[in-house]
């Protein structure tokens, strides 16, 4: 595609356009024809690639790997085993032409519609251009976007290769496509059929048919523009009947406002003289106004100066004013510091109360303990004493009773040991009750402050120095033991 190449224009080739090249094998037949530049369009990549390499070197010769269809975007191309079959549309009648024909694979391909393609070519109307097109079962979409668009006529010649039928889906054959070329100002001038399957059709450009074309737009807008003159002559004469109603109208109305405007001009009359007679009392009002004038002028310098006395006395006010906010907003803060003051200050109060009442508490137990170490100490000293009257007998078993003794002793230090711990804690209750007292009279001395003061720890009052226990006597002290008193003379 295509077989042969005869055609003759009257201006020198400019560009030739073929959509679907494939392997480009007539491409010896383009350049004998001299052209400007060769546009080689193959949406296959791996073929595209192919041509790269055949043209490669080639001054003139531009290979496009796109394909060309109905939209602009992403297309998928469906390759098929025969790879000059490959469409953007699925196949339907090639399997009865080529029973072992399959599809092998589809690939992403960049597309464009053909009018956006063509509109981006510089095609100078001084040369012929040749648009060969081979895209199988995009052939209707192609030409109806460059004939929707004005833009197939820029070409002198198209060579069109199509199916005898329609083998893809929702294409047409060759034979209804020529009239849609045709119907645009082209006319047929060859056709070959050595493949019978897919023939080529060579249509040129028809400058008669593009310009009867021409004609009978023209006319058409003629007769659309005269069908709108007519309308708007009858809506002129419509208008112009209406007028005249109109003028009838205006023309009464005239004669009325005529006699209206004859008793106007009495009236005027009478108001004139009326004037005359104003205006002398309006001389004596002017005069009047004058006086009163003068008067205004009098009470407005009054009015200026009370003004200037007021502003004088509202600047004083605010003066005053923003004092009188600086201080109480200074109350309002001593005010929230007494009360703060106060709260702390009853806070103290309540955990001295409570402190007091603690050492009371203790010193009062710590005295009803001493009292009854007292007691139980002077029981025991009763019991030394009656002891002491069992001497006689103690002195028979004073090997036993030393050991009484001794226990005794032990139990007289411990009871001594006691007391001085008792002696200890009331001189510790003593000294905290002292520093309470203290912390009181420094709260009643200052009452916006608080002070704590430091009550001394029972640790950090010396001990007394330990009494040193008490001698026994030269007579030893005996308990008083309930074993019978033997008798003298009992034991020999």
Known sequence: MPSSLDLHAASPFGTILYIGAGEAQDLGQFQDLNPQQILLVEANPARARALEKQVAGQAGIEILSVAVGGFTGQGRLRILNMPEYSSL????????????????RQTDVDTYMAHELVSQLD????????????APGVEEVILHSLIAHDQLTRFEYVILRAGIEPFYEGNKGLDALIPMATQAGFRAVGRSEEDPDFPQATLVKDPLTLENRALQEKQ??????????????????????KAEGAWKEVNESLKAKTSELTETTDKLTAAQARATKAEGAWKEVNESLKAKTSELAETTDKLTAAQARATKAE?????????????????????????????????????LAAQAEILSMTKTAAQTEQNALKERLAQ?????????MDL??????????????????NNYETLRAEKTAQD??????????????????????????????????????EDPAPQPAAKPTGKSRARKTSAPRKKRGATK
């Open 380 to 388: 025991r000293e009763e019991a030394l004493e009656r002891k002491e």
């Open 123 to 134: 095609l100078p109307e001084d040369r012929a251009h040749v648009l060969i097109l081979d």
């Open 424 to 461: 200890k804690l009331l001189l510790q209750v003593t000294t905290r009750l002292n520093a309470a007292s203290r912390y009181l009279h420094m709260l009643n001395a200052a009452p916006g402050e608080t002070a704590t003061p430091e009550l001394d720890s029972p640790e950090s009052q």
């Open 315 to 351: 600047g004083a006010w605010k003066e005053v004013n923003e004092s009188l906010k600086a201080k109480t907003s200074e109350l309002s803060e001593t005010a929230d510091k007494l009360t703060a003051a106060q709260a702390r200050a009853t806070k103290a109060e309540a955990d």
């Open 392 to 409: 006689g007998v103690a002195l028979r078993s004073q090997s036993a009773l030393q050991m009484d003794l001794q226990t005794l002793r």
């Open 220 to 241: 058409t807008t003629l007769e659309a523009r005269l069908k709108t003159l007519e309308g708007t002559l009858k809506t002129a004469q419509a208008r112009a009947t």
């Open 89 to 104: 549309r699925p196949f339907t009648g090639l399997s009865d032409l080529f029973p072992g024909i399959r599809e092998t």
